[in-house]
């Protein structure tokens, strides 16, 4: 059974910051093999990826609306990708979801599980 979950949501105020996490619970252990991605979704709009790393950490990929304020990072050990946003703004106001098992380069696709999500609100 492939379980992700996120936390670290909250509301905050512009220029504040927040760091999400997802604790990855995958097939036989494996955390290790999956190229792992944040994706949000503001209302109204699509759902975008906002930054993506492959499974070994040496090819990473960030939104340029994150660019210099995001950083996403993994510890095999502990099963957990996190994304450390700073500098945040209303614009970032949206539901942020974990994925894993889709691409990193050129852009994040093709992800295959999916967590339920964690609201993400900046207020102005």
């Known amino acids: 059974q492939v379980q992700l979950v996120e936390s670290g949501g909250g509301l905050v105020q512009a220029g504040g910051s927040l760091r999400l996490s997802c604790a990855a619970s995958l097939q036989k252990n494996t955390f290790n093999n999956y190229n792992m991605g944040w994706f949000r979704q503001a209302p109204g709009k699509e759902r975008e990826p906002v930054a993506a790393?492959?499974?070994?950490?040496?090819?990473?990929y960030y939104a340029d609306s994150v660019k210099g304020r995001f950083t996403i990072s993994r510890d095999n050990a502990k099963d957990t990708l996190y994304l450390q946003m700073n500098s945040l703004n209303p614009e970032d106001t949206a539901i942020y979801y974990c994925?894993?098992?889709?691409?990193?380069?050129?852009?994040?696709?093709?992800?295959?599980?999916w967590g339920q999500g964690t609201q993400v609100t900046v207020s102005s």
């Open positions: 994925a894993a098992g889709g691409s990193v380069v050129p852009s994040p696709r093709g992800y295959r599980y």
């Open positions: 790393i492959k499974w070994s950490g040496d090819s990473i």
